[in-house]
């Protein structure tokens, strides 16, 4: 026989490498099912880390690349429901930040039902139905989004599980939101805290605290509200999530404009517009820079709210589909220009708000920006054209039945009427007005301009006195709410009521308004004020003896700012300096740890008013408080309530 060779045993005896170098086309079926199963498995791993960093796309408010990555996730696990399922839930927030409400229900509406949510985990299942409860929601079916949370709400309850409890619960507080449910809404938001907080879920927790802050801003509990917001960007940290930062701090700022803190609400939106532009979501950061023009405009920053609003424009010109957003800014700019005197240019503008709003039928915002064309056309001397604007945003005001916006148009229809001398016409309308400016629920800046129209109708019936009451009056708010410009504006209205009798006092009110006009760069306010200061001169009437305001008419100026603690305490202020003629006024009231702090003031800048606060806190005994009062030159009077500090 011949002998066998290397070649022939090996030939007899094949191993699976051989084979493959042989013959490639054939191959071992468990050994492919093993490869295919590794890729596979490899693959989901893959898809179910791009699903967690496009959930990090979302905090980042990246929403168009987290719609990119996730159609391509989704079209990558069609094997694994799951991971579907979990992505279709991602998408279907991304569109719902991007404001796509019905494509995304669409994209998760196949899970509503029982049959549709077959073999996926608890986890994922619960996550679909939420966000289909969210999703009916938005696209206004709340009926629809309560009920399917309800149901979630007590399958989850028998299985106990913390973190589905978490997100059903601040689901359903949005919701109710929605429908102005507050005290059931931040009832939910409580809950959902709870739950988020055994769990140690971050963004569990700070949507909670969003939540809560939310809630509490609708209710009037703005201190606690801001208290939410806070915990929510400490909770957040240092986590990239500006999308989430930007409404917690724009929401913030919301709450301090409430509670008349200008410059807290500034810092506030500094911070939201800051997040904003790390984000893609130009809408809302125009939004916020046009928040911050208005209340750098309202401090007398105007520069630096010339620059936020015109950053403002710029973003809303890149993005702005639905004319929602320009009219509110050329409104803004149109307001700015004219408290500038700047009246051709703000006219421009304004009528550029109201054509535009006009266009995309937004009534809203032609009733805004025609009551303030309306302003402006009074200062042009366009009193015809501005009659003609406050009928035209009374009728729309009544139309969307914004309460507001018809004493907004009644005001300035009731100054166009008191400009043609139609005296008994414009009473009527601020009657109407008056009956219901010192509701709590209202504007208090629109108290403050019904009182201003009071005034200033008084002075035309000769009645200067009165005049002065309603003027007083209405620079007590203003000075409250911290608007410079319309603060010194009233001073100058002041001192035409001090015109009839009291030339110095007169002066005095038209030399500060004079002086805070030039500062804020009025250049109008400076001209009136020094055309007053001049015919005051050349007239330099007798002075006589002021007349003291009787004492129905004070207790009715007190009565009257009683339902706010902060203006009635500056009207307290207001009242003693008018009547003892003291160059500087205080009320100071106990503060934290045994010191004392400035509640109101007149007179003296905040870091004098601390110091004589802590002068009087070092006074120890009622001698050494008459000894300081005495080196202060000053009285020192204690005001003790039978029922409150």
């Known amino acids: 026989m011949k002998p066998r060779n290397e070649k022939d045993s090996a030939a007899k005896k094949p191993s699976a490498r051989a ?8 191959v071992q079926l468990s050994d492919a099912r093993r490869v295919a199963q590794g890729r596979a498995s490899a693959s989901r791993a893959i898809l179910a880390q791009d699903l967690e960093e496009t959930r990090e796309l979302l905090d980042r408010g990246l929403a168009s690349e987290a719609e990119t990555r996730l159609r391509h996730i989704i079209s990558g696990a069609r094997g694994d429901k799951n ?31 029982a049959e549709g949510r077959r073999g996926l ?63 059931i809404a931040r009832d939910h938001a409580l809950k959902s805290l709870e739950h988020y907080r055994l769990t140690g879920d971050w963004r569990g927790m700070a949507e909670s605290y969003f939540s809560i802050g939310l809630t509490s801003t609708h209710v009037g509990r703005y201190e606690e509200a801001i208290e939410s917001y806070e915990q929510a960007a400490k909770i957040v940290g240092d986590r990239p999530a500006p999308y989430l930062l930007g409404r917690v701090y724009n929401n913030m700022a919301g709450a301090y404009w409430f509670l008349r803190r200008p410059h807290d609400g500034i810092r506030s939106l500094e911070m939201a517009v800051a997040y904003y532009e790390r984000t893609e979501h130009k809408a809302s950061a125009a939004t916020g820079y046009n928040n911050l023009g208005i209340n750098l405009t309202l401090i007398g920053e105007f520069e630096r709210a010339q620059e936020c609003l015109r950053r403002a424009l710029e973003l809303a010109l890149q993005v702005d589909q639905s004319g929602s957003l320009e009219p509110m800014i050329y409104d803004s700019l149109g307001d700015l220009k004219m408290l500038r005197g700047d009246l051709e240019e703000a ?24 009551c303030t064309l309306g302003r402006c056309h009074l200062l042009m001397g366009k009193t015809d054209e501005a009659r003609a604007e406050g009928e035209e945003a009374l009728a729309l005001a009544s139309k969307i039945e914004d309460r507001q916006a018809v ?34 629920t209202l504007d208090i800046a629109v108290t403050a301009e019904t009182q201003r129209l009071r005034g200033l109708l008084a002075l035309e019936r000769g009645d200067s006195t009165h005049a002065a009451h309603h003027l007083g009056r209405s620079h007590s708010i203003f000075e409250m709410l911290g608007d410079r410009y319309r603060s010194a504006r009233a001073k100058l209205f002041l001192a035409r009521a001090y015109a009839v009798g009291q030339p110095e006092r007169a002066a005095e009110q038209a030399g500060l308004a004079a002086h805070a006009f030039r500062e804020l760069g009025a250049r109008l306010g400076v001209e009136r004020a020094e055309e007053f200061l001049a015919e005051l001169h050349q007239s330099a009437p007798a002075e006589h003896e002021e007349p003291t305001a009787t004492a129905q008419l004070l207790t009715l100026r007190l009565a009257e700012a009683a339902s706010s603690r902060e203006l009635l305490l500056r009207e307290l202020v207001a009242v003693v300096q008018q009547e003892s003629k003291a160059n500087r006024v205080l009320i100071i009231e106990p503060g934290e740890q045994g010191s004392s702090r400035v509640a109101s003031a007149h007179g003296c800048t905040a870091e004098e008013g601390v110091a004589l606060a802590a002068a009087l806190d070092a006074a120890a005994t009622e001698q050494e408080r008459e000894r300081v009062a005495r080196e202060m030159d000053a009285s020192v009077h204690l005001l003790r309530g039978s029922s409150a500090p």
């Open 83 to 113: 991971l579907l399922g979990g992505a279709r839930c991602l998408l279907s927030m991304a569109l719902e930040m991007r404001g796509r409400f019905i494509e995304s229900l669409e994209v998760v509406k196949a899970y509503e039902s």
């Open 19 to 26: 084979d493959e170098e042989a013959s490639p086309g054939v």
């Open 121 to 183: 985990d608890a986890e994922v299942s619960s996550a679909l139905r939420v966000q289909i409860g969210l999703a009916h929601n938005y696209n206004g079916d709340q009926p629809k989004a309560i009920a399917l949370l309800n149901s979630e709400l007590q399958d989850a309850e028998e299985s106990g599980a913390d973190a589905r409890l978490g997100a059903i619960y601040v689901a359903l507080a949005r919701v109710y939101r929605h429908i102005t449910e507050y005290s």
């Open 347 to 370: 006219e421009q503008y304004l009528e550029r708000a109201v054509r535009i709003s006009k266009e995309h039928g937004n009534k809203w915002y032609e009733r805004q920006a025609m």
């Open 407 to 440: 004493y907004e148009a009644t005001l300035l229809l009731a100054e166009a009427r008191l400009r043609e001398g139609a005296l008994d016409e414009c009473a009527a309308l601020l009657e109407g007005v008056q009956e219901e400016a010192d509701d709590p």
